[in-house]
C-alpha cells in the first residue's frame, strides 16, 4: 500500500470519530424516549437513565386514550396532507412558469419568492391570525390547510424552480413546435420529469406540516392535531413522563418511518436548490 493510501485511510477513520459521535448524539434521544416510555412512573423516578427492566405497554395505551390521539391523528392526516397535496401542484405550477417561460417581471417576482423565505414566522403571527379571524377559518381544518400552504409555498417553488432550471428549455421548444398548449407541456412534459423533485418536496413538506405546533395551535383551538395533542398528557404541577414520552413516540412514529423509508431522495433532495436561477 502507498504512502498517499496509507494517509487517505488515516484521515478517514479520523473522520470517523466525531461523525460517529454525532449520529449518536442523533440516535440517544430517541433510545432515551423509547426507553423511558416502557417503564412505569415508579421505576422512572427510581432510575431515570437506566435501562428497563421491566417493560410496559401501558403507556401507550393510556396516552392513545386519555390524550384523543386517534381523533387527532385524523386532524393531521387529513390537514397535512391535503396542505402537500395543494402545495405539489401549486408549486409544480410555478416552478414551471418561472424556469421556463418568459413573462414580465419573471425574475422579480422569483426574488420575491426569495426574499419571502428570510422572513420569520413569529413576525407575521399578528396579521396572519387576524386574517384568519376575518375570513372564519378559525377552528376549520381547511383553515389550517391554507395556512400551511401559505407558509411552506414560498420554499416549495423555489425548489421546483430550481429543478426545472436545470431541464433543457428545447423540451418546450419542441413540445410547442408539435401544438401543445402550455398546460399540456406542464402535464405530459414537465410533471413526469420532475417526479424526483416533488417526491422529495412531498416529504419535506409532510415533515414540516406533520411536526408543526405555532400555526395548528393557532388555526385549531378546539380539534387539535397530534403534536399539539400530546400537550394534554401534562399535568398542571406534576408530569407522568413515562406517559409523556409515550404520547411522544406515538406522535413521531409516522414521521420517522416516512424519513427511513425515503432518506435517500431526502438526501437526494438537497442538492435540488444548488443550480442556476
Sequence with gaps: MSILAKREKRLLWIACVPMTLLA????YPVFFSLNNALKTNKGYILDRFGLVTDPTFDNFVTAWQRAHLSDYFVNSVITTGGAVLILLIVSSLAGFALAMLRFPFRRFLFMVILASLMIPVQVVLVPFYRTI???DLVNTRIGLIISYTAFFLPFSVYMMTAFYSRLPRELVEAARMD???ILQIWWNVMLPMGKPALITLGILNTLY????VLISLLVLQKERTVMVGIAALRGEYTTNVPLLTAGIVLAAAPIVIIYVVFQRQIVNGIAVGAVKG
Design 24 to 27: 449518536l448524539s442523533c440516535v
Design 133 to 135: 379571524i376575518a375570513l
Design 179 to 181: 401544438g401543445a398548449t
Design 209 to 212: 406540516c406533520w411536526n408543526d
